[in-house]
């Protein structure tokens, strides 16, 4: 603060010393004072011209006074007729209110210093007083500004014979205080969004939390609207200009809008999947809800977007003249559209047919073209399959309406698996059974509700045995099945390695002659010299 106020006090006086150096090169009736009444002027003024204005009339009357009292080297003129008297005032008026500027912020940072009780409180507080901070310091550079130049305008006006200075300046001055009115309440606006957003993920999250966020978008593209609105209100442009600024913030208007709606489907969205969530236990009906929900979001983002770029396209007059062109020969117009978008159309409505009957849901295990993968993203048009070896297989939505696919988790992931053995004629089918029961008791990956060995065939040199089990899902079923594969061929060759298939030889013993006997036999076994085998 004292630095603030001794840097003042120099600069004001390196300004008096600077006018006493300079020489008295002549002196010249003074200007007249500036008009300020609107009839004289021939068009209606605003609150900060007239201000300027008003400002100027002063000034030039103090001026005279200051140039009495400090001599003639203080009716000196610089340029266009501005003597020093008034540069004086000028430079002595910008930095009083730099001066209350700094005894502003000196008086908000006391405040900032003083211990809250509550962090809450002191985070309003804080960035209100932030905000605060931050729109006074434009509205005071902007007014020290305003009222520096404001002295001189009259001599401009004389010199270029318009008022326009004045216009100028007073809607620069306007552009200012609205930047700095949407300066707080930009920085409010992003206070009251950074609440919202922290509240939004507090825990235990209640349904009504994804709605947070929206309210704080909500209160940004308010504020865009109004500054585009407020922008074009000061500048009070020409006929063709200011046409082609509505126009503008039109469609402004329509992508913040339709960004805001898309805002709150996905808001509403999370709000439904939130409050179903603990009402609902069953994974794969919140599932199945999950995927209607995000392929009618798609659905509702699609068509908002159309909305959009028709908006969007009725405030270009080109295109409106187009579209005028077009609407008149509606029926050709339609009948080609209609066959340009069979197929667009014909993959909309499977999608939300998808979303509406749910033959899949995102992570349903499918087997798609004799590949096994997991449903990773449900669009409008077409469906993700997360093949195991993670590959990416893309399918046309249609696809999977017009042909046949197995889905492994539709209504449960619980499956059945099996294991085929094939052991000897002599083979304990109740040994199999019993070290089989203790394998898959003893793993994790086993559900407890389905066990079973069964002989269900016999083969030339061997007898097939089935070991069927069940898992939670695919992925535990099949390292279920390795698993007694494996330690069921342990089992075998540590404790019954004759329980492997085997090739034997049989001795005959052969009533009478061998010549009564060796046509018959002679196409069903092969003589080796000694035995024959089957």
């Not at 009357?61 to 003597?83: D, K, M, V, Y």
């Not at 900032?112 to 006074?136: E, M, N, S, T, V």
């Not at 130049?149 to 200075?165: G, K, Y």
């Not at 959009?308 to 050709?332: E, K, P, R, T, Y």
Request: proline share 4%; glycine share 6%.
């Amino acid at each position: 603060m004292r630095k603030g106020i001794s840097s003042l006090i120099g600069l004001f006086s390196a300004t008096t010393t600077f006018a006493q150096s300079v020489t008295d090169q002549g002196q010249h009736a003074p200007l007249p004072p500036p008009a300020i009444d609107p009839d004289k002027l021939g068009y209606p003024i605003s609150g900060v011209e007239w201000l300027s204005r008003e400002f100027a009339v002063f000034i030039y009357h103090l001026s005279l006074q200051l140039a009495n009292i400090l001599g003639p080297w203080s009716r000196t003129e610089l340029f266009l007729h501005i003597t020093i008297a008034k540069v004086i005032l000028g430079l002595l008026t910008a930095l009083i209110v730099l001066g209350i500027r700094l005894i502003a912020r000196h008086f908000l940072n006391q405040q900032a210093d003083q211990p809250k009780a509550k962090d809450l409180q002191r985070y309003w507080l804080g960035g209100i007083r932030f905000a605060i901070k931050k729109g006074l310091s434009i509205f005071f550079f902007v007014t020290a500004a305003l009222l520096f130049v404001s002295p001189f305008l009259p001599h401009l006006v004389f010199a270029t014979n318009s008022e326009s200075p004045f216009q100028v300046v007073s809607t620069l001055a306007e552009l200012g205080y609205l930047a700095a009115l949407l300066v707080f309440c930009f920085h409010t606006v992003r206070l009251i969004v950074n609440w919202l957003d922290a509240r939004a993920l507090r825990t235990p999250r209640k349904w009504f939390y994804p709605a947070f966020p929206l309210f704080g978008r909500l209160l940004y593209y308010n504020l865009v609207i109004i500054s585009f609105r407020s922008a074009i209100a000061v500048l009070n442009l020409a006929e063709p200009a200011q046409a082609i600024a509505s126009k503008a913030v039109s469609i402004a208007i329509a992508l913040i809008n339709s960004i805001f709606v898309i805002q709150m489907i996905r808001a509403v969205e999370d709000m439904a999947v939130v409050g179903t969530e603990s009402r609902i236990v069953d994974t794969y009906k919140m599932r199945g809800l999950q995927t209607r929900l995000r392929v009618l979001r798609q659905l509702l983002i699609f068509i908002v977007a159309i909305v959009c770029f028709g908006a969007i396209l009725m405030n270009i007059d080109a295109v409106q003249q187009i579209g005028s062109g077009l609407l008149a020969s509606a029926g050709v117009a339609g009948v080609i559209v209609g066959f340009a978008a069979q197929k667009s159309l014909a993959t909309i409505i499977a999608g939300l047919q998808v979303a509406l009957s749910s033959p899949m849901k995102i992570g349903d295990v499918v087997i798609v073209e004799s590949e096994y993968g997991t449903i990773e993203e449900i669009t409008l048009t077409y469906v993700v399959v997360k093949v195991w070896d993670l590959r990416r297989l893309i399918l046309p939505i249609t696809y999977l309406l017009e042909k046949p696919f197995e889905n492994w988790t539709r209504s449960s992931s619980e499956l059945l698996g099996t294991v085929f053995l094939y052991v000897d004629y002599f083979t304990s089918v109740e040994a199999i059974r019993t070290k089989g029961q203790e394998i898959v008791a003893a793993s994790p990956l086993w559900d407890k509700r389905v066990f079973a060995v069964q002989t269900t065939d016999w083969k030339a040199n061997a007898v097939e045995v089935r070991i069927l089990v069940s898992a939670q899902s695919a992925p535990q079923l099949f390292d279920l099945r390795c698993l007694v594969r494996e330690k069921i061929l342990a089992f075998m060759q540590e404790q019954n390695p004759e329980s492997f298939p085997q090739i034997r030889y049989l001795n005959f013993q052969l009533p009478g002659s061998r010549s009564d006997y060796e046509a018959e036999w002679k196409g069903n076994l092969r003589y080796d010299g000694q035995k024959q085998v089957p």
